[in-house]
């Protein structure tokens, strides 16, 4: 009986991994003609200049305190550690971009996206970003005292451990985002949209959270000294149970502070949705 030939099996190979892009690189000298180009495109449109393009651009450390980058393109840009205490970046695309460690404090960032940003540690102190599109980036450890955040778009955003002392986030959408351990000490959260938020160890102590849906939130261990929950929707006993409250706490007329007392009745304004 003749042996069958033995065929060799290719070696094993790891499979690829993606290979991201190389980063752009730019001069000082380029990036300073640029900024005048798309200053003089903001003020006179096409004909005068040409939109700010730093796309996928290494910009680590750049000082750019004050600069016109309004409407600018810097989708994927690198700039960790940048300077840019004050800039006007409303209506800017930012999405991907890395910005962890970087001054952003008093910054103008209305209708700017940032969506899928890394903003870890970054300084947002008193920024200025309503109606910022946010969604799914990250602002682990981040300072946000007193940040103007209404209305923005934070739907599955990473906020664990952050300072929101102060901040403003009438209207804002968190559902599904991670506060644990953030500290919203009289935050505005009036009508926020908190739906499946995980607030664990969060500290809302005097937050305004009036009208909030709260539909699944975690409160797990949560202070809600002195907190208003006033027309919150979708808040049961339970929640309120597994959070820390005291006698200055409002809650919806439903509710009680004293854990196990009495027994939730459902929503506590009859609000439907998913929030």
Known sequence: MTDKPVIPRPPKVPPRRH????????????????????????????????????????????ALQGALLSRAGLNRAVLSGALLS??????????????????????????ARVSGANLRRADLTATHAPYVDAEFADFSGAQLDHADLAGADLSGAIMAGANLTGARLARANLRGADLRGARLTGADLREAKLGAADLRGADLTGADLRRAYMRLA??????LAGADL?????????????ARVDEAVRLPEALTGLNGSEESRGPSNGAHGDG
Do not use: F, M, Y
Not at 91 to 97: I, K, V
Not at 104 to 111: F, P, Q, S, V, Y
Not at 218 to 223: F, Y
Not at 230 to 242: K, M, V
């Open 218 to 223: 975690r409160l797990d261990d949560a202070n």
């Open 230 to 242: 006033t027309g919150a929707a979708w808040l049961s006993q339970t929640q309120i149970g597994q």
């Open 86 to 111: 004050n800039a006007k970046l409303e209506r800017a695309e930012l999405t991907g971009a890395e910005l962890e460690g970087a001054l952003l404090d008093r910054a103008d960032l209305k209708g």
């Open 19 to 62: 290979e991201q892009p190389l980063l752009r690189q730019i001069s000082p000298a380029e990036l300073a003609e640029a900024l005048t180009a798309h200053r003089r495109w903001l003020e006179n449109g096409p004909a005068g200049g040409s939109r700010l393009d730093l796309d996928g651009c290494d910009l680590t450390g750049v």
